[in-house]
C-alpha cells in the first residue's frame, strides 16, 4: 500500500499529524511512504499512492490534485488539528486564510475527501458529519525521557510561537512579576520564542524560537523545567486547537500548569498530570506557588507525565491507530483513468492566481505583478540551464571516472573538515567528483552547477521523489558513493527516500566516519539527538561496504561497539590503505 501526504509546508503539524506516524510504520513494513510540498506534487506522485492524505490543505493546486484523485479512485484523507476555515483577525496568518481563494480551496478539498482525521473533538462534531468516515487521532510522544533531572534552581518555562506574545501579556503578565518578586534568585523564569513585554521589565530570560521539530525539542531537553506555563485564551479558535503543549511538556517530565479551558480539560486531570487553573491572576499565582514549594506534587505530576507519555502517547500506539482509521473503507481501484500532467494545469493556476489577486486587492500592484513575472522567467530559465547540465553530468557519468560525495561543500570555516576533504580530494584526483546535498527542502528541480574541471554540485529537494529518484540514477552511474562525515555535517536526518543508495546494485558505498559521535550530545543531555545520531550511525556501519577512518584505535571502537562486523577498513593517514582506496574507486 502507497501513501502520500501532501501539505502547503513542512512544519510541526505535518510531523505530529502524519509524517511521524507514516514514517514509522514504513520502516516497520507496513505500507510504503512519501511526502511531497504541494507545488512540487505531480503527476508520478498521484499515480504512485493508493491513498493520499491531506495534511491543513488550502492551495490551488491542492484542490485540482483533490479532484482528480478522487476521479482517479484514490481513498482520500483531510487531517486537521487547527479551524484554519475560522482564523481570527490577530493571527499573523489570518490575511491568507481568511482569503476568499482559500476558504473555497479548503472546502474544495474536504468534499472530495473520503475520511477526516483531527486531533480535536471540537473540530470532529464541527466537521466530521460532511464526511464519509471521520475519527479522533492523538499526536505521539516522539522524545520522551527516562528520567528527570533536577536542577539547582526551580526552572519555570514558556514555549511558544511570537503570535502567542498577546496571550501572555494578557493573561501572565501580573502573575509572573507577583511570583518574580515573591521567589526572587531561587528559581529561573525562562521564554522561549514569543516575548511578551514583562521579558524586559522582569530581566527574565528569553530563549529564540527553535526552527525546526528536531532543533525545538533537543532544545527543550536542555531547558530542563521543572514547571511548565500553558495559558490559553478563551475563545471558540483556541478550543479546536490539540493540548499539544501537554504532550510537550510530558515527554520531557515537566509539571504544567494549564488553563482551566478546552482542549487541555479533554487531557489534563488536576494534580494528576497537571494543574488546571481560571484565567485570572489569583489562580495563577497559587498554582505556580504551590508547585515551587510542594516537591512531592511536582515529582509526582513529572512522573505521571513520563508514564503517559511513554504508554499513552507512544509512537508505536499512535501510528498503527493512525493507520487504522486512514485505511477504513479503503478499496482498490482497479479501472484506473489517467492522470493529467501537472505542469501546464500548474501554469493556468498561476494566471487565476494574478487575475484573482485583480479581483480581491484591485488594480494598484505593478511591482507584484512584476516580480511575479520575473521569478517565472528566472524559474523557466534556471530549467533551462539545469536540463542543458543535467545532460552535460550525463555525458560525464558516461565517459569519465565519477564518484559522488554526499557532504556539504568544502567553502566551510572548518579546518579539520576542509583538511579531511583535501586528502581525500588527493587520493580521489583521478575521479571526477560530484558533491550531493539534500540541504535545500525547497528547490524546485535540481540545481546542478559546474565548479571546476575536477567537481560540480547537485542541491536537491529530498521531499521531492522525483528529484531524489535522479539523484539515486546519478549515483548509480557512477558506480561509487562515498558518505562523508553525514553525521556530524547534516542537520537533519538523512531523507528515507535517499537510504534506498544501499540497495542499489553494482554501487559501492564508503562511509568516511571522522571520528566517533560527538560526546557533547551526552554531556548536555540531549539524549533524543544522541539517540537518532545512534542509530544512524549503526545504520551506515552496517550496511557500507568501506569504512574509512583516521586510524586504528577507531577501527577497533567500531568493531566493538558493532559486534566486529566482516568489512573493509581504510585509514585514511596510511599510505598502503590510500592506495587501497584508489583500487576500489
Not at 482564523?87 to 477526516?116: E, G, H, W
Not at 527516500?497 to 559521535?517: N, P, Q, S
Request: proline share 3%; hydrophobic share 35%; net charge negative.
Amino acid at each position: 500500500m502507497n501513501v502520500l501526504i501532501i501539505s502547503t509546508t513542512f512544519i510541526p503539524s505535518v510531523i505530529l499529524c502524519g509524517h511521524s506516524q507514516l514514517d514509522y510504520l514504513e520502516k516497520q513494513g507496513k505500507l510504503n511512504y512519501q511526502f511531497v510540498i504541494s507545488h512540487f506534487v505531480n503527476k508520478k506522485n498521484v499515480e504512485w499512492a493508493d491513498i493520499i492524505v491531506f495534511l491543513r490543505s488550502d492551495s490551488d493546486i491542492d484542490a485540482y490534485v483533490s479532484k482528480i484523485a478522487k476521479r482517479n479512485g484514490k481513498h482520500l484523507v483531510y487531517v486537521l488539528d487547527d479551524d484554519i476555515l475560522n482564523v481570527p483577525s490577530y493571527i499573523s496568518s489570518a490575511p491568507y486564510y481568511l482569503l476568499p481563494s482559500t476558504q473555497n480551496n479548503i472546502k474544495t478539498i474536504m468534499s472530495n475527501c473520503d475520511t477526516f482525521l483531527t486531533s480535536s473533538p471540537v473540530l470532529l462534531e464541527k466537521y466530521g458529519k460532511d464526511f464519509k468516515n471521520s475519527f479522533l487521532i492523538d499526536e505521539a510522544s516522539l522524545n520522551s525521557i527516562s528520567k528527570k533531572e533536577k536542577n539547582e534552581k526551580i526552572k519555570i518555562g514558556f514555549a511558544g510561537s511570537i503570535d502567542r506574545a498577546q496571550d501572555l501579556n494578557e493573561i501572565l503578565e501580573d502573575a509572573i512579576t507577583t511570583i518574580y518578586e515573591k521567589y526572587g534568585n531561587s528559581i529561573e523564569i525562562e521564554i522561549m520564542g514569543a516575548k511578551p513585554t514583562f521579558v524586559d521589565k522582569l530581566g527574565l530570560t528569553h530563549l529564540p524560537y527553535q526552527d525546526g521539530y528536531d532543533a525545538y525539542t533537543a532544545f527543550m531537553s536542555r531547558c530542563n523545567w521543572d514547571i511548565g506555563l500553558a495559558p490559553m485564551p478563551d475563545s471558540k479558535f483556541h478550543e479546536c486547537k490539540y493540548f499539544n503543549k501537554y504532550i510537550e511538556y510530558a515527554s520531557f517530565g515537566i509539571a504544567g500548569i494549564y488553563s482551566n479551558l478546552k482542549p487541555y480539560t479533554f487531557a489534563i486531570k488536576d494534580e494528576y498530570n497537571g494543574l488546571l487553573v481560571n484565567n485570572d491572576t489569583n489562580s495563577w499565582v497559587e498554582a505556580i506557588s504551590r508547585l515551587i514549594d510542594d516537591e512531592q506534587l511536582r515529582r509526582n505530576i513529572s512522573n505521571n507525565c513520563l508514564k503517559e507519555a511513554k504508554e499513552k502517547y507512544s509512537l508505536d500506539i499512535i501510528a498503527n491507530d493512525y493507520l487504522n482509521k486512514i485505511t477504513y473503507g479503503y478499496k482498490e481501484t482497479k479501472n484506473k483513468s489517467s492522470i493529467p500532467d501537472l505542469s501546464f494545469v500548474k501554469s493556468i493556476i498561476f494566471f487565476k492566481r494574478v487575475y484573482r489577486k485583480v479581483k480581491e486587492q484591485g488594480l494598484s500592484f505593478p511591482k507584484w505583478l512584476k516580480d511575479k513575472l520575473e521569478k517565472k522567467y528566472k524559474e523557466y530559465s534556471d530549467k533551462k540551464r539545469n536540463l542543458n547540465n543535467l545532460n552535460r553530468l550525463y555525458e560525464l557519468l558516461n565517459n569519465k571516472k565519477c564518484i559522488c560525495i554526499i557532504s556539504p561543500l568544502p567553502n566551510t570555516d572548518d579546518s579539520e573538515y576542509i583538511k579531511r576533504v583535501n586528502v581525500l580530494d588527493e587520493v580521489l584526483k583521478d575521479s571526477y567528483k560530484i558533491y550531493l546535498s539534500g540541504e535545500d527542502r525547497l528547490c524546485e528541480l535540481l540545481q546542478i552547477d559546474f565548479i571546476d574541471e575536477d567537481h560540480c554540485s547537485i542541491v536537491y529537494n529530498s521531499y521531492d521523489i522525483n528529484q531524489t529518484n535522479e539523484v539515486l540514477n546519478i549515483i548509480s552511474k557512477a558506480k561509487h558513493c562515498l558518505i562523508h562525515s553525514v553525521i556530524r555535517f547534516m542537520r537533519e536526518k538523512i531523507s528515507s527516500d535517499m537510504l534506498k543508495l544501499f540497495e542499489l546494485d553494482d554501487v559501492t558505498v564508503l562511509w568516511d566516519t571522522h571520528g566517533r559521535i560527538p560526546e557533547e550530545y551526552e554531556k548536555q543531555a540531549n539524549k533524543y539527538t544522541a539517540m537518532i545520531t545512534n542509530q544512524l550511525e549503526e545504520y551506515f556501519y552496517n550496511n557500507s561496504d568501506v569504512l574509512i577512518c583516521e586510524n586504528d584505535e577507531l577501527i577497533t571502537h567500531f568493531k566493538n561497539k558493532y559486534n566486529n562486523r566482516d568489512m573493509k577498513y581504510i585509514v585514511l593517514n596510511n599510505i598502503n590503505d590510500k592506495n587501497k582506496l584508489k583500487e576500489i574507486i
